[in-house]
């Protein structure tokens, strides 16, 4: 035994423990060999957190009285040692059960004494072996033991290939791992036997203990060698994503770091050039010098700047109430646009923007005096309800120009967060003022006009509902202290002029409605359009499209032509389309080249805009059992068939069409009015009991509901039972009682006016709805004829053929 003082550290290095100066030699020798054959017994060294595997040559420290004992005496006696390691490295004292099977025959190269009393044994692997039976535990343990060979790959070349991977795969992970020495690479590059490699690789790695003891518990090469490469593979990704994560960790700290110097040396320059904190506050106490606001906001204000000179500039806080600081002194507070209450300069203005709409401007100029004459602006807030294009937006811009104020359009189609209209609280990353107040900002003035665009379109989600935000913000007893989340502190809305449009009033809050005066805008009639499109339409395509006036010229018959059979529509933007259309076909030709008549004839005209609509409704309602009904829809007036058949059956009644149920209850009525009074009707009471009806709406993709065809449908199912064709150009609306009698719908406006444009020459009413259509203008009703009905008798009397 070698004294730890007595070590020539060189003389070791050269003899055997030199596993990276040099190759050592593992070939077992020949006298060894013949030891490990006539050796039966062999001493049996228990070792924690160590697996020995064949041709390694390693040191083995041992502490226990019994294995410095085994170690020495097998050194003496020149006996190879049995290396087991323990399942559990916690067991001091381990007993035959506590070890493993399978181990490795080493030869005891060196021992050397440890100046704290340990032994460490310079060990060289020889073989696997494995236990048969223990012959004895004292002073050790000794066993009889079996030896096991490793068996050769079958496939040599794909062994080789794997050991190859190994072999790169560890020179990575020794320049991963900082607690592995770089002469490790040279070890396993010098090493020629490929098999030692491959265990001198499973003794060294980083696996846990059980994984090493599966590797040396396999008998063919190639298996461990493909088990070894998995644990590898699993031990670099691991090193992989510790260095990416120390990598990360440290430039963030790096970058922290520089942002930190950074910021005081913008800080020092900041003080030296007066655009610090300071600076910060000295702008928005001058801002704040222009305001004219009451003493209740002034000392929220100063309040406010305190805290803003108590934060550290350096802090994400202090950017989120510098920012709240300069929002809240860019507001116009009491800031207002000067009125101009000049009505008949209102009045030249909205003839100049809109031509028509006579009711709606003389109901506009009727509360632009009211406004006049109180000076305040506590009047009702109007709604302008009706199709789309008929120029309800427009309008509030042109009320806007009439009193001399900034104009502001909000888009309130599908809001569905409350904090849109309020905004959000400013302790949020990201928060901003709600868009009433971002809107005032924008104009300047504390009484801008701001149109509510859409507000029948006003969703409601999870975030809230803000139709009931806007039951503050359309009050005029509510409004002198708007409450936004953002701003903390009432602000005076009392002085805006709000102006809301919607397409339907069905989807609008009732509360909502009764803060709303509501004027309707039916839609333009034939005239309206052609003068509308002279007027405005052509003028603007031609200049949007790089044209003068001489570029196409549309007369009253050609834009006629285009309004009958290529729209249908209460407004003027399906016409604008189609004008725009013809502008582009023109700039087409007038950069070509190409020389082309710049009157635009009809023929011309379906060119470019494709095949007309069928005009003739003769031909659709020429045939017993259609009657054509009026509608009313979001986007104004339409026609819809009723279309009724009979066949051979049991007197069931079918009813298709996409229709919502009060339209199935109203076909259910007439069908049960008929069996009431088929006498009277002039219907045989077998053809109820034998025959099927089956009434059908067309369009079926199309949802339909509503009371107003139930004298349409009545009317359909006595033609087909008649076999009578109903007049032509006929069309009716109505609802109908089991009793036979005709009640009032709404919607009349909208729906004469699409009778118009369908080419319907006789409407039927009910004799309730005269007085709504004595409050349409005369010229809506041209060419049309209204006969009004109380009884369905009457309807069937005007409407069937004799």
Not at 226 to 239: A, H, T, V
Not at 424 to 453: C, E, F, W
Not at 738 to 758: M, Y
Not at 775 to 784: A, F, S, V
Request: proline fraction near 4%.
């Amino acid at each position: 035994m070698i004294e730890f003082e007595d070590i020539d550290f060189e003389d070791l290095l050269d003899k055997s423990f030199s596993i990276v100066a040099e190759e050592i030699d593992l070939t077992e020798k020949e006298e060894d060999k013949k030891r490990t054959d006539g050796q039966s017994v062999f001493p049996i060294l228990p070792v924690r957190n160590l697996v020995m595997f064949p041709s390694v040559v390693i040191p083995i420290t041992a502490g226990r009285e019994q294995s410095k004992l085994l170690l020495e005496e097998a050194q003496r006696n020149g006996e190879l040692v049995g290396i087991l390691s323990q399942k559990n490295s916690e067991i001091e004292n381990p007993k035959y059960a506590d070890l493993n099977e399978i181990g490795t025959i080493v030869k005891i190269v060196k021992i050397i004494k440890l100046p704290d009393g340990n032994v460490t044994a310079i060990a060289h692997g020889s073989s696997r072996f494995k236990i048969e039976e223990f012959v004895s535990n004292k002073p050790y343990f000794k066993a009889k033991v079996q030896k096991l060979a490793d068996l050769p790959a079958k496939d040599k070349e794909e062994y080789e290939a794997v050991l190859d991977n190994i072999k790169d795969l560890a020179l990575k992970i020794i320049q991963l791992d900082p607690t592995i020495p770089n002469a490790a690479s040279f070890a396993i590059t010098s090493m020629s036997n490929r098999d030692d490699l491959l265990n001198f690789i499973c003794t060294n790695s980083n696996f846990p203990d059980a994984d090493k003891q599966k590797l040396l518990e396999a008998n063919n090469l190639k298996d461990r060698a493909d088990k070894c490469y998995e644990l590898m593979l699993d031990d670099f990704q691991k090193l992989e994503l510790r260095n990416k994560i120390h990598q990360k960790t440290s430039k963030e700290l790096d970058k922290n770091q520089r942002e930190y110097y950074l910021n005081q040396q913008i800080r020092s320059i900041q003080e030296e050039l007066g655009d610090g904190q300071a600076s910060d506050v000295e702008e928005l106490l001058a801002k704040a010098k222009n305001k004219k606001w009451n003493k209740e906001t002034d000392d929220y204000f100063q309040k406010e700047i305190k805290r803003l000179q108590r934060q550290n500039p350096n802090s994400p806080d202090y950017n989120v109430h510098r920012n709240y600081l300069d929002f809240f002194t860019d507001l116009p507070w009491q800031k207002y646009s000067k009125d101009v209450f000049d009505i008949v300069r209102a009045e030249k203005i909205l003839n100049k923007d809109h031509f028509g709409l006579e009711d709606i401007k003389k109901r506009i100029l009727e509360h632009l005096a009211v406004l006049k004459l109180k000076k305040d602006m506590k009047s009702p807030i109007l709604l302008f309800v009706g199709p789309p294009g008929v120029g309800k937006t427009s309008l509030g811009k042109s009320v806007a120009n009439a009193l001399g104020r900034k104009y502001m359009r909000i888009s309130l189609g599908g809001l569905h967060d409350e904090s849109e209209i309020r905004g959000h609280r400013k302790t949020y990353i990201g928060a901003m003022a709600g868009r009433i107040l971002q809107s005032i900002k924008k104009t300047g003035t504390s009484n801008p006009v701001i149109v509510l665009d859409e507000i029948d379109k006003v969703g409601n989600g999870f975030h809230g509902d803000p139709s009931s935000a806007l039951l503050e913000v359309l009050d005029p007893e509510q409004n002198s202290s708007f409450y936004d989340n953002y701003l903390e502190i009432g602000y005076d809305l009392s002085k805006v002029l709000f102006i809301a449009t919607a397409n339907s009033l069905s989807t609008i809050q009732s509360p909502l409605l009764d803060r709303m005066e509501i004027i309707q805008i039916a839609g333009y009639t034939l005239e309206e359009k052609i003068e509308i499109a002279k007027r405005h339409l052509i003028k603007k395509q031609q200049n949007e499209n790089g044209q003068n006036s001489k570029s196409f010229k549309l007369g009253d018959v050609e834009l006629k032509h285009i309004i009958e059979a290529h729209t249908s529509e209460s407004g003027v933007r399906g016409l604008e389309k189609n004008i725009a259309s013809i502008a582009r076909w023109a700039a087409l030709q007038i950069a070509t080249g190409k020389t082309y008549d710049s009157k635009i004839s009809i023929e011309k005209i379906d060119e470019i805009l494709g095949v007309p609509r069928p005009k003739n409704l003769a031909e659709i309602t020429s045939v017993p059992g259609v009657v054509t009904g009026l509608a009313w829809t979001s986007v104004g007036g339409d026609i819809l068939f009723i279309e009724s058949i009979i066949s051979n059956g049991k007197g069931n009644l079918s009813i298709t069409g996409n229709l919502g149920n009060v339209m199935k209850e109203s076909a259910t009525i007439a069908l049960e009015y008929i069996k009431a009074k088929h006498k009277e009707l002039g219907i045989d009471a077998k053809e109820l009991e034998k025959k099927n009806l089956h009434v059908h709406v067309p369009e079926g993709a199309t949802p339909k509901d509503g009371p107003s065809a139930g004298i349409a449908m009545l009317t359909s199912m006595v033609s087909s039972f008649r076999n009578k064709k109903i007049k032509p150009h006929l069309a009716m609306t109505g609802e109908i009682t089991l009793r036979g009698k005709v009640l009032p719908v709404g919607g009349i406006k909208e729906k004469l006016l699409a009778a118009n444009r369908a080419g319907i020459k006789e409407v039927i009413l009910c004799e309730a709805n005269r007085k709504d259509v004595e409050e349409i203008k005369k010229d809506y009703l041209k060419n049309l004829k209204i006969s009004y009905v109380s009884r369905m008798n009457e309807v069937i009397d005007l409407a069937i053929e004799k």
